[in-house]
């Protein structure tokens, strides 16, 4: 068998497994293990799993991941979300698609303190999406926007996708945490943007103006100062260099747990189910780092990936194709595999690649570069059908809104980040801008 063919059964056997619908983790770990066991034999494949488990579970980066999920549990259990869209609809409640645009300011701010699509999206649905349908907004918007504003979570810091991919290439993580800042930013008024536009092009979509805008009161500023005050000391702490990432996360989630006590919301039976929740998560991840890392192994003893990169080396494409192709190839991954796997699956295959094009810049920001973009196409995989996470979650929330109603809301967000890709694509310097700003 040819390297090519055994790659391709690989990939194959892979896919197979998650037809039948064996857990992504089992099914890399189970392709790995047929691609190792061929090349290698039996023992050495046994040598390598042994060692590579507690290679990857003892190092202390790891820890910053359950740490961070334990911060976003901690904000969805602890009320967090209702003060904050409280106060955005106060701000955007006087708009046409007000209210969408404060359900995408709410999923922004909880971003910053959650870390995850998933938690942004369910738990800003559960308070956004009855205020919204009460007001007349039509399920389509409702639900569209709300999938859309959940990828908030993933797009600003604290982001996992981010952590992974910084433990993946051995990039900083709080200069891709801050690199990760204006895109994010900007990724909110493009969302809020293409609400303004979508409801003036089609009509029926929301009220014309609200009839009774919610007040803005001095509760309601309070009430979001504790979001503000756990933003401002977990990352000015990290940029600031007073502690580490993973101090950073400690710490984070510690005043989360503090705030969410504070406001009366955490009971015994919460806090519990934030740490099962944590440790669900983490363990799924941690799993999935296993299956990937024989995968991975498995194909570069074919020798292929390298094989791959000397080939399109040798093709003379601009960098910016090379890394275009790689973009549209995550966009078509995103239609069958979660972000998780997507990332410890490809990652270790193209960054080689991208970090030997010259791209005119820095080998460390083009690293972290290439890390926003990854994160840009991960967003988009969450909502893009024919599987979009997101739209999954909201979807079965609001049971009365037929998923094809959903994935019609979704199109003007997806136009956005079309756009907002193409943008950090051809112009790295506005997500690179504030890395070297910072120093």
Same mark, same amino acid.
């Given at each position: ?42 023992? #050495? ?169 919610? !007040? ?28 580490? #990432? ?58 292929? #990936? ?45 960054? !080689? ?58 199109? #003007? ?14 112009? !790295? ?11």
């Amino acid at each position: 068998m040819t390297p090519l063919e055994l790659t391709g059964l690989i990939f194959a056997s892979m896919l197979c497994f998650m037809a039948v619908r064996f857990p992504i983790s089992i099914s890399m770990f189970l392709a790995g293990a047929i691609g190792y066991i061929y090349q290698a034999g039996w023992i #050495p494949f046994e040598n390598f799993v042994n060692a590579q488990a507690f290679a990857r579970f003892a190092g202390y980066d790891l820890s910053v991941i359950p740490l961070f999920i334990l911060m976003g549990n901690f904000a969805t259990k602890g009320g967090i979300s209702k003060a904050l869209f409280s106060f955005a609809a106060s701000v955007m409640g006087r708009f046409k698609g007000g209210l969408a645009m404060a359900s995408l300011l709410a999923c922004a701010a909880f971003g910053a303190i959650s870390g995850s699509s998933v938690a942004t999206a369910a738990t800003i649905t559960g308070v956004a999406l009855p205020e919204m349908r009460r007001h007349g907004y039509s399920g389509r918007l409702a639900t569209g926007t709300l999938a859309a504003g959940g990828t908030l979570g993933i797009q600003l810091p604290p982001s996992v996708v981010l952590v992974i991919y910084a433990i993946l290439t051995e990039q900083n993580i709080s200069k891709l945490f801050a690199a990760a800042v204006i895109p994010g930013i900007i990724a909110m008024v493009g969302y809020m943007i293409a609400v303004a536009i979508y409801v003036r092009v089609v009509p029926g979509q929301a009220p014309e103006v609200d009839e009774a805008p919610e !007040p803005m009161t001095f509760a309601k500023i309070m009430g979001v100062l504790p979001i503000m005050i756990i933003f401002t000391l977990v990352f000015g702490g990290i940029y600031g260099g007073f502690f580490t #990432p993973t101090e950073g996360a400690a710490v984070g989630s510690a005043t989360t747990l503090l705030t969410a006590i504070a406001k009366r919301e955490m009971t015994f039976k919460k806090f519990g189910e934030c740490f099962m929740g944590t440790a669900t998560s983490a363990a799924m991840i941690f799993m999935i780092f296993i299956g990937a890392d024989l995968m991975n192994a498995a194909l570069a003893m074919t020798q292929v #990936p390298a094989q791959l990169a000397a080939v399109v080396g040798g093709w003379g494409l601009p960098p910016l194709a090379v890394v275009g192709a790689i973009l549209i190839f995550y966009v078509l991954l995103g239609a069958v595999m979660d972000e998780m796997s997507m990332l410890l699956l490809t990652v270790p295959i193209f960054f !080689p690649m991208v970090m030997g094009l010259d791209f005119g810049m820095p080998k460390d920001l083009v690293g972290i570069w290439f890390g926003i973009m990854v994160l840009m196409t991960v967003g988009f995989g969450l909502i893009a059908p024919p599987v979009g996470l997101n739209v999954y979650v909201v979807n079965s929330i609001s049971r009365d809104v037929p998923m094809s109603e959903s994935y019609r809301g979704v199109m #003007p967000f997806l136009a956005s980040d079309v756009i907002r890709t193409l943008l950090f694509l051809f112009f !790295p310097i506005i997500p690179l801008w504030l890395v070297q700003y910072l120093g």
